[in-house]
């Protein structure tokens, strides 16, 4: 059965570090989506990606964060100058869109540890 | 903005017992689903409810949805420590993105 994967699992870096999580969405999905969980907390939605460019973000997605679909299979999250707040789980979300009702179908998750 | 309140945040039952966890939002949507996460873990779709008065039901858990009270509820029959977990419901909202605007969680600790 297609699924979202998502790399790595675990992150850890130094604040003001740049990191990037990967995510390769099932095939022939065309949303994708990052939200993103801090501990102990509900899951909130970053930001949604459709046709090559970014659809909706929150209030949360500020400059520091990007997103890209370098090829055909990847869609990552960059955090430009990672700060303490950012330790988080960051989930990847596709979903088919030929239709509204299509389910997004998240991916296991990166935790992301900013020390 | 669209919010979604669940409710208890934290339940402890024993095992045998039933209870229901409450999803309550405040405005219009298309979709509500019910999620389960283990500790550290990814989301479990466990249900998808579209339209009024729609039930689902899978083993212990049913979940119903009243879109004019904007509630849906999880009803949990006869627990087992196995549903241990924490619980989300999440609605759609915004469009063309239907992006997830996601509950507060329930904690549920079975007891034995």
């Known amino acids: 059965e297609p699924e979202v994967t998502q790399t790595p699992s675990h992150q850890v870096t130094q604040m003001g570090q740049e990191v990037i999580l990967r995510c390769v969405p099932i095939?022939?999905?065309?949303?994708f989506y990052w939200y993103r969980q801090i501990l102990g907390q509900k899951v909130e939605f970053l930001v949604s990606?459709?046709?090559?460019?970014?659809?909706?973000k929150s209030e949360i997605f500020d400059d520091q964060f990007s997103v890209e679909r370098p090829d055909g299979s990847n869609f990552t999250l960059k955090i430009r100058s990672t700060k303490l707040e950012d330790s988080a789980m960051y989930f990847c979300?596709?979903?088919?869109?030929?239709?509204?009702?299509?389910?997004?179908?998240f991916g296991p998750g990166t935790r992301l540890t900013v020390l | 903005e669209l919010k979604v309140e669940q409710n208890p945040l934290f339940l402890s039952m024993q095992e045998g017992k039933n209870y229901t966890i409450y999803c309550n939002y405040s405005?219009?949507?298309?979709?509500l689903y019910w999620y389960r996460q283990d500790p550290g873990k990814s989301l479990e779709s466990l249900f998808v409810?579209?339209?009024?008065?729609a039930v689902k039901q899978e083993g212990r858990l049913m979940a119903s949805l009243d879109t004019k009270a904007r509630l849906s509820t999880l009803h949990i029959t006869a627990a087992v420590h196995d549903l241990s977990a924490t619980y989300f419901c999440?609605?759609?909202?915004?469009?063309?993105?239907?992006?997830?605007?996601f509950g507060t969680g329930t904690l549920l600790a079975v007891q034995p």
């Open positions: 979300a596709s979903r088919a869109g030929t239709s509204s009702y299509n389910e997004q179908f």
């Open positions: 095939s022939n999905h065309l949303y």
């Open positions: 990606f459709y046709n090559n460019e970014i659809s909706e």
């Open positions: 405005t219009t949507s298309d979709r």
């Open positions: 409810l579209l339209s009024n008065g």
């Open positions: 999440a609605v759609t909202y915004g469009g063309a993105t239907n992006k997830l605007i």
